[in-house]
């Protein structure tokens, strides 16, 4: 009982619990016990506007009798991301402690969660339409952007939403058939009656469940809420400093079920990255970020930084637009082939061609996993990213490493080798006579050459030192540009015991600069970004 007192005062500490406030509460938690509540999963994710504030995901249980329970989690977290996204949506069991809590809201600090059935939720694919409700605060006359605008929205092509998330699927999923309201909404209330102090702690909080409520209410006329998939809700004015997206649980027309939804204040929309964020967050990605504590550091996916590198790309009309997201948020999605995907375990070298991540699955890999240790949660992931299609407005051409533990709420974390909090310089872009080096789990990771569509790569995880292949051309990579040139003769899908030579015409490569090391592992505690 002593351990279990401790394990859990070392719990509420990190999830800042003021457990000195009340010198009996962790003495009632332990004597309460784990209980048990069923409902349905949330998964709400908060986006600042200011890089500094938290985005930590927020979930709920939304429960038939006893209204909503607030979900808290410690890290590692008790069961994978990718199977917690799995769950949203879904009935399920959450076990766990009751959480000493100020506020009306109750809390449960949760040990594990279940599905209640044994079905969970299907992978995203075919067509997914939002709708998009237009609402105006009822002390806000502004209407930011003309109803043509959003319906214009999610054209199916160049730069609409359909025609964004097609690529990024490659295929698998559109938003065909999503469409907007014809008018501006006014709410019943004034802003203050959603935008308030919850909590009590002195900063303004956003009223999800009144806005949801009131939002949908007033355009109910005129919508059928179960022809869609998702609900963007673009409010007229500021919410509380946030846009937030993810999944919700609601009953519309008489249907009870779960919603994709975004709530979006008018700088989450005025360009539509921002807008393709949340909706990620709807489909059930999650943030990524670099290694120094900010959510919104990674330049290299949509789920993380937005703006960065837009400049000469803006749209006329609709702004910054989304790039692309990463591999191993287009695997978790069921996005990636198994047949474009390689794992090199332990005592494994592979040597492959890894296509680029923004083009329709090709012959070759797309990406690879290296198992940190053999850990099946601990991992590197490698793709090939290029400035073509959605991905122009990235820093440059190269192989990406990310390193991703699956018990974290952010998962993946792009690696930057020169450690200067820039995730957009050279430190990140490992490209041919490049060495990525993880001496502690003696990790080898080689770029050999550029081919037009991407790089061959060599892998050596515990598999000793790597031998270049003998018929590989080098491209020059000093001037990348977004259409490429000049083509090549693609080798077969390499396995992760085989070691494939790319067909072309034969040069001897040059030794590999220096190694950049990596060697030391991120520890598994969420670090916040005030931190």
Known sequence: MHRKWLALCFLLLILGVPIQANSSSIGDVMRAGTITEHGHLELIWPDPVERGDSAAMSARLITRTDGPVELRFAEPLPLTIDRLIEL?????????????????????????????????????????????????????????????????????????????????????????GSGSVNQWYVLPQPRSYYVYDRDGNGRPDFDIDRATRDCTGVADAAVSYPSYAGLNLMFNHELDGSAYGGTTYLTLDGVSRSWMVAFLPPWAYLDLAPTAHEMGHGFGLPHSSGQYGDWYDNQWDVMSDTFSNCGPHDDPTYGC??????????????????????TVAPGQQATITLEQLESSPPANTQMARV???????????????????????????????????????????????????????????WRPGETFSDATSQILITVWSETATGFVVGISNRGGSLTPPATVTPMPTATPTATATQTSTPPATPTATQTSTPTATSTAVAAPSPTRPITTHLPLILRHPEQ
């Open 88 to 176: 949203r949506g879904q009935s399920v069991n959450v076990h766990g402690y009751w959480l000493p809590d100020d506020s009306s809201q109750r809390s449960l600090l949760v040990t594990n969660i279940q599905p209640a059935l044994a079905a969970t939720a299907p992978r995203l694919t075919g067509s997914q339409p939002w709708v998009t409700v237009l609402c105006k605060f009822g002390d806000v006359a502004a209407e930011p952007r003309p109803v043509s605008y959003f319906q214009g929205m999610y054209a199916s092509s160049t730069p609409g939403l359909d025609h964004y998330w097609r690529e990024l699927s490659f295929g698998l999923l559109n938003v065909a």
């Open 321 to 342: 637009l989304g790039q692309h997201t990463v591999s191993y948020h287009k695997d978790i999605e069921g996005w990636i082939n198994p047949a474009h995907r390689i």
């Open 371 to 429: 198992p940190i240790d053999g850990s099946d949660t601990h991992f590197y992931t490698l793709e090939a990213r290029r400035q073509t299609g959605y991905d122009v407005r990235m820093p440059g051409q190269a192989v990406i490493i990310h390193e991703v533990d699956s018990t974290r709420q952010t998962p993946a974390q792009v690696i930057d080798a020169d450690g200067n909090g820039d995730t957009g310089d050279a430190g990140t872009m």
